[in-house]
């Protein structure tokens, strides 16, 4: 097997797989029915592609664990998500707010995993890329008119940007197991995918009347499992009940 | 037993209905990419619409049961994700059966043309998201009746 391929499909399906609970989270309780129903379809976009990326990556293990067992048998430690992704939810402008800043991220990424030389992950990468764009014009439409609203809407997602900008280096941030991808023709550079990132950013938040934070401090730890925040195992603690519960449950 | 030709089973194909949108066929909806034979054993390639489709499961449970139901035994479904899946494959016949059900069918202008109901082009859109993964939900503004359509992807 390949260790840093592996690595490469886990950070790809546990980014969608800890995004996607978190905006499940919302299903029910959204503050219109509309919105509701946008969220839980973004999060079954995601969690779809989780299931494409974790089966490739079981494969490639090929120690005999499904995507299942990768998704709810492994603990904290074992998981390659962003930091951002795994924040808890805070209000309806932060949870927006961060799906936006993933968005143009996943986007920008899937655009170039599209063109990666292994032929797996450049065919999930062309299914997920057009929900990505989807998911991208509506995060980027509601944010503008949260930023662009009432004088507290603007404060709710001014204080949002200013919470997760310094989770949005971990995105271009590498390790050896990148290099060793980039050098293979899998994955674009990281570091590569910022400027198109920025340009979306940047546009957006011009309209939406806000002020992006003039800072580069980067957490980070999630993609290398080094260090995750205290909320992903309480996050798993709720989705991976039942299997740690019920082993092998099935219904 | 004898096989069955491709194009037979084509025709029993386009039998089975979308579980979502009963109104149309797995075939209409463009989802059906492959039926082959492969010796004795029946292959067909089915594309998910959107990853995260719940319906994809039901699906292929659906397909399998019409083909033994047909009598045949050694079938083999497959997925297979490339090209992705595209509103372009909707066939005419299935635009046009999903127009008659109320569901406004995809259009490259990015919105519905007119109300599947009254027929007015006095249209808005109320969410990009609809009942299911596939459709935005719109509303016409001639007889104020809320409608789907089905999103091009």
Known sequence: MSAALFETLLRLGDNTLVLGHRVSEWCGKAPVLEEDIALANTALDLIGQTQMWLSYAAEVEGAGRSADDLAMLRDVWDFRNILMVERPNLDFGHTMMRQFLFDAYHRALLSGLAGSGDPRVAEIAAKAVKEATYHLDRSAETVIALGDGTEVSHAKMQTALDLLWPYTGEMFHSDEADAEMVAAGVIPDPEGLRPAWMDTVTATMAEATLTLPDSNFAHKGGRTGKQHTEHLGHMLTQMQWLQRAYPDATW | ?153
């Open chain 2, 1 to 153: 037993m004898v096989r069955p030709d491709v194009q037979t089973i084509w025709g029993w194909l386009d039998e089975v209905p979308d579980p979502e949108i009963p109104v149309i066929s797995v075939v209409d909806l463009g989802i059906i990419r492959d039926v082959a034979w492969d010796g004795d054993t029946l292959e067909v390639a089915i594309t998910p619409t959107y990853s995260g489709c719940p319906a994809t499961s039901i699906i292929n449970l659906d397909v399998e049961t019409a083909l033994r139901d047909r009598g045949l035994d050694n079938v083999r479904l497959k997925q297979q994700l490339s090209p992705p899946w595209t509103t372009d494959w909707l066939s005419a016949k299935g635009a046009a059966k999903l127009e008659n059900y109320g569901i406004a069918p995809p259009s490259p202008a990015g919105g519905p043309s007119k109300c599947p109901r009254c027929g007015s082009g006095d249209v808005e859109r109320v969410s990009q998201f609809g009942s299911t993964p596939c459709k935005a939900h719109w509303r016409c503004l001639s007889c104020l009746e809320p409608f789907d359509y089905f999103k091009c992807i």
